[in-house]
């Protein structure tokens, strides 16, 4: 498989009305588009361990809208993201598949609408960027070797983050993990099921300890920085995040 061959084709979306903007988006001659989740203007830095990007190529696992992407971009990385594909979609928590069938169809229309929010970002941006949809399991040889890989509030949503995380620290010599900090579970290296019967959290499957990921990467080969927690605002409201970075020894 050639390297071009492997990325998508920039998408032409030209009308607002076509996206679902996860983050709070500044576009050049669109001014500020609200996100319907995420608000990391300001706080940037904090969120991705304040590493430097110049000169970095960097692989990042779910960009959503891709502010983060930009960001990189803007700091001067070579960003490639990896986003899951039209077939796949997520990890669904195996509700009884009645009540999955509800969730399908709007969600296939709101991931559509997620991808066009990051090729419109993409465009008004003059973005170099790059996208390889498909499987963050099973990293394809193909995309080659990084300086560094962003897992930015992504592992939470993953049956397996672990092994997306051996995937990344295969390929890179520098680990950045950006989750919910939960303070409950500290000091163990534990992970939380976070579905119930009851909540029907179909697109969540874990609560994670600091630990359990600093542990990991240790096991890894790498050294990791103490977790930094920074607050985020979602929806208005703010959250506690933790962020952490390992390098390879
Ligand atoms: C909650 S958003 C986080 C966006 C961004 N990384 C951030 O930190 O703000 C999760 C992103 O990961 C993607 N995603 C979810 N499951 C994935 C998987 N199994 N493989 C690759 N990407 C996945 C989603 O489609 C979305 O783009």
């Known amino acids: 498989m050639s390297d071009q061959k492997i990325f998508a084709t920039p998408q032409k979306v030209e009308d607002l009305a076509d996206c679902y903007f996860y983050h709070t988006m500044e576009l050049p001659g669109r ?23 110049a000169g970095q190529r960097v692989l990042e696992i779910g960009p959503a809208s891709g502010f983060l992407t930009f960001e990189m971009e803007k700091r001067g990385a070579d960003v490639i993201s990896v986003e899951v594909t039209d077939e796949h979609g997520w990890d669904f928590v195996p509700y009884p598949e009645p009540r999955l069938e509800e969730v399908f169809g709007p969600r296939r229309i709101v991931m559509q609408q997620l991808k066009n929010s990051y090729w419109f970002s993409h465009a008004a941006l003059q973005s170099k960027a790059r ?10 040889a193909a995309l080659e070797e990084f300086d560094i890989a962003v897992m930015g509030a992504v592992l939470l949503h993953c049956r397996d983050p672990l092994r997306i995380v051996e995937q990344c620290g295969k390929r890179a010599k520098s680990l950045i993990i950006v989750d919910k900090f939960h303070p409950d ?11 119930t019967p009851e909540n029907f959290l179909w697109h969540t499957w874990w609560h994670f300890s600091t630990r359990f990921f600093t542990q990991f990467l240790e096991v890894m080969g790498f050294t990791t920085s103490e977790a930094a927690t920074h607050q985020q605002f979602h929806r208005g409201r703010p959250h506690t995040l933790f962020t952490l970075v390992g390098r390879r020894k």
């Open 31 to 53: 001014g500020v588009i609200e996100g319907q989740d995420w608000d990391l203007r300001g706080r940037v830095d904090e969120y991705l361990g304040n590493v430097d990007f």
């Open 131 to 140: 996208v390889y949809y498909g499987d963050a399991y099973n990293l394809p």
């Open 185 to 195: 579970l500290e000091g163990a290296p534990v992970c939380r099921l976070a579905p």
